[in-house]
C-alpha cells in the first residue's frame, strides 16, 4: 500500500484492496472514503466490496465519487464533510491519490495559504503548482 499523509488525521492513496483493510487498521486509520468511480475498478475492487471489508474489519466507510468534471463546490463540500472534516482518521483513495489530494486541496482552499496546501500535497508527492491559482481563494 502507498498511503501518503496531508494532515494529521487525513491521508490519501492510490487504489486499496480488500485484503488492505487490517493493514490500513493497524496504520491507526478508522474511516475510509472513496472517491473512485465503479466504472474504473473490477468487481472486486468496488465501492460496495471495499465498504464490506472495511466495517468487517471495524472501518466506517463513506463513498463520493470523484472525476475532474464533478469537482464543484457542491460535490467538494460534501467530500469535505465525509473525509477531512469528520474527526476520524480517515483514508480516501482513488486510482492514484491525484483526485482524492485535490478534492483535499478544493476543501482547505480560502481556509490555508495557497502555498502551504501546494506544499503539502507537494510533500505526499503531488504536484498541484499549477492550482495556486485557484487554491488562493475559497471554493467551497
Same mark, same amino acid.
Given at each position: 500500500?502507498?498511503?501518503?499523509?496531508? !494532515?494529521? !488525521?487525513?491521508?490519501? =492513496?492510490?487504489?486499496?484492496?480488500?485484503?488492505?483493510?487490517? @493493514?490500513?487498521?493497524?496504520?491507526?486509520? !478508522?474511516?475510509?472514503?472513496?472517491?473512485?468511480?465503479?466504472?474504473?475498478?473490477?468487481? =472486486?475492487?468496488?465501492? *460496495?466490496?471495499?465498504?464490506?471489508?472495511? @466495517?468487517? *474489519?471495524?472501518?466506517?466507510?463513506?463513498?463520493?465519487?470523484?472525476?475532474?468534471? =464533478?469537482?464543484?463546490?457542491?460535490?467538494? *463540500?460534501?467530500?469535505?464533510?465525509?473525509?477531512?472534516?469528520?474527526?476520524?482518521?480517515?483514508?480516501?483513495?482513488?486510482?492514484?491519490?491525484?483526485?482524492?489530494?485535490?478534492?483535499?486541496?478544493?476543501? @482547505?482552499?480560502? !481556509?490555508?495559504?495557497?502555498?502551504?496546501?501546494?506544499?503539502?500535497?507537494?510533500?505526499?508527492?503531488?504536484?498541484? =503548482?499549477?492550482?495556486?491559482?485557484?487554491?488562493? @481563494?475559497?471554493?467551497?
Amino acid at each position: 500500500m502507498d498511503i501518503r499523509q496531508l !494532515t494529521p !488525521t487525513f491521508y490519501v =492513496s492510490p487504489q486499496i484492496d480488500p485484503a488492505d483493510m487490517a @493493514e490500513l487498521r493497524a496504520a491507526g486509520i !478508522t474511516h475510509i472514503l472513496c472517491n473512485r468511480p465503479d466504472a474504473e475498478v473490477p468487481p =472486486s475492487h468496488t465501492a *460496495a466490496a471495499i465498504r464490506t471489508a472495511a @466495517e468487517a *474489519a471495524g472501518l466506517t466507510f463513506a463513498e463520493q465519487p470523484l472525476t475532474h468534471q =464533478s469537482m464543484v463546490p457542491d460535490v467538494i *463540500a460534501q467530500n469535505r464533510s465525509l473525509g477531512a472534516g469528520t474527526e476520524a482518521v480517515t483514508l480516501a483513495y482513488c486510482a492514484s491519490g491525484t483526485r482524492s489530494t485535490i478534492a483535499w486541496a478544493l476543501g @482547505e482552499a480560502g !481556509t490555508r495559504d495557497a502555498d502551504q496546501i501546494i506544499n503539502t500535497a507537494r510533500d505526499a508527492g503531488y504536484d498541484l =503548482s499549477h492550482m495556486r491559482g485557484v487554491l488562493a @481563494e475559497p471554493f467551497v
